[in-house]
């Protein structure tokens, strides 16, 4: 019986009229692709998510779930790479090593710079105690990042704060690239030298740091994963997180550019008692000086006591572990 219910599911098609409808109600159509994953027709599930102008996004894990992100006409980048490429289509390891040390962890993410949601998305897919707090301050993306978490039901564990984060609390300008490309744009800076070769516009937006968000909370989880993607001024953002970095010992996630302060970044990690780990799409490399690589621009930072666990960590999700 099951098997005659999956091959019905599976040979369904959608009519023009359905395709409309799903378009219009994205929340509705990723609900009812759940329930028809649940019933055994993965295929269909994924072909209703399609029509709504949504991609899947399937971790590979145990136990984790599917989420849907808006493709918005195949102008956010991002999407549009899951979409050709699948769960390996940005950012390799980035998104098996997030989910690995997430669910190992627990606890509160914290997702500075979350653009669009897809880590976000990732962390709360991945355990179904994880809470996160995303930070986005440009007002453009803020808007399909909330479009992305209204239509995935593990997105109700997502909190958004309209703010940048900094060293500093206060108001800054927020840097973006020329948005006449019709892109939805995955770079903004409170670093106006972050972008080289083009016009920046930019906006006034409020900026807090961890610290103090963290001491305003009535109710004060332990931070379990930090990832910070802000376009060159990681190391600030670091700056104004030291006290729940001494306290919570939480894995972080950093981007480094060429543009980015290597030396503020290298002062606080060792201050801080973390080894960094360099993530390359097929190994990560330990304990080396930190530095721009063009294969590896994000990097992992472990505490040192707990290296051994992060490298078990890392190995799980099929890296050559390199020291």
Partial sequence: MVVCRRRRLEGLTLRSQVRSGLQSHPAAATRMADAVRRAGGARFARRLVAAAGLVTVEPPLPSAHCFAMALVNGSDQLATALSADGWLGFERPVPDVLAAVVRAKGGLVLDVGANTGFYSLIAVSIDPSVEVHAFEPYPPVLQ??????????????????????????GHARLHIPDPSHGLVETSASLNPAFYVGGTLTSVSVAVTTLDLHVASMVRQPRVGVIKVDVESLEHE???????????????????????????????????????????????????SPLAFDPDGWNHLFVPAETLDEGTVLIESCGLEVRR
């Fill in 237 to 287: 953002v670091l700056a104004g997180a030291t006290a729940l970095i001494s306290s919570d010992r939480p894995y972080v996630f950093v981007e480094v550019l060429p543009t980015s302060d290597i030396d503020a970044l290298e002062e606080i990690r060792a201050s801080c008692g973390y080894v960094d780990v360099c993530l390359r799409p097929h190994e990560a490399v330990v304990g």
């Fill in 144 to 169: 399909l990042l909330h479009a992305n978490l209204s239509i995935n039901r593990a997105g109700r564990r997502v909190r958004v704060f309209e703010e940048a984060v900094g060293c500093a609390s």
